[in-house]
């Protein structure tokens, strides 16, 4: 399977605790972005890497939140401190700038799960 | 915030035709009408985009009215697969350094 995949796909925290979510884009696929889903709503921003460089991040990032692509391939997404409130599926998304539509291909994404 | 309106939710019979509705009546002229779909417990999945003109491909056609302010996505036969929440997204082309901005979409459960 050559598409996007994310680990883990679940993940039951502590409230207090540090997590960390890993997301693997398309291999040729220089675009990566990271969104929020929860429940009953749709997908919400977080934040943009092209290729190795963070380009944007959302206000709903707040600093115990960090993602990092160093070497312009896979991701990471780390939340500090976690909150029940940080609770809900985190999605990753990557597309190819060279195409002119930019479509975005999404992972399975990884539940997160504060208790 | 999301810039289209969509019913909450459809119903639709095995082998019928789906056809959800989206009001974008402040698109802008550069931008195109975009429509992703979310099966459950799974990241969306893009289906098709437009800009004016009327889209076929292999999964859905989109129609585009033409003062663009809204748009129909039809599933000429929906099948119990195509049970999903269907997302209409307003986005100008080439603009990939700006997101997807998702609204809560149209729930279409078909039902055999």
């Known amino acids: 399977d050559t598409g996007v995949s994310q680990d883990p796909r679940h993940k039951i925290t502590k409230r207090g605790q540090n997590v960390t979510f890993r997301c693997d884009p398309i291999?040729?696929?220089?675009?990566l972005y990271w969104y929020r889903q929860t429940l009953g709503q749709g997908p919400e921003f977080l934040t943009y890497?092209?290729?190795?460089?963070?380009?944007?991040k959302s206000r709903l990032l707040s600093d115990r939140f960090s993602a990092e692509r160093p070497k312009g391939s896979f991701s990471t997404l780390e939340i500090q401190r976690t909150e029940q409130g940080d609770s809900a599926m985190y999605l990753c998304?990557?597309?190819?700038?060279?195409?002119?539509?930019?479509?975005?291909?999404f992972g399975p994404g990884t539940r997160l799960t504060v208790t | 915030d999301a810039k289209t309106t969509q019913p909450p939710s459809m119903d639709c019979a095995e082998g019928r035709a789906a056809n959800l509705p989206c009001n974008h009546s402040?698109?802008?002229?550069?931008?195109?009408v975009y429509w992703y779909r979310q099966i459950h417990s799974q990241g969306p999945q893009y289906i098709i985009h437009?800009?004016?003109n009327n889209e076929t491909n292999e999964m859905a056609s989109l129609i585009i009215t033409e003062d663009r302010k809204s748009s129909t996505l039809i599933l000429p036969h929906a099948t119990l697969r195509d049970t999903a929440v269907y997302y209409c997204?307003?986005?100008?082309?080439?603009?990939?350094?700006?997101?997807?901005?998702f609204g809560k979409g149209t729930r279409l459960s078909v039902i055999a």
């Open positions: 291999s040729e696929h220089n675009r």
């Open positions: 437009g800009l004016k």
């Open positions: 402040t698109i802008s002229g550069n931008e195109y």
């Open positions: 998304a990557s597309s190819l700038s060279s195409l002119a539509d930019d479509e975005q291909y």
């Open positions: 997204i307003v986005r100008a082309f080439n603009s990939g350094n700006t997101p997807l901005v």
């Open positions: 890497f092209q290729n190795e460089a963070q380009l944007e």
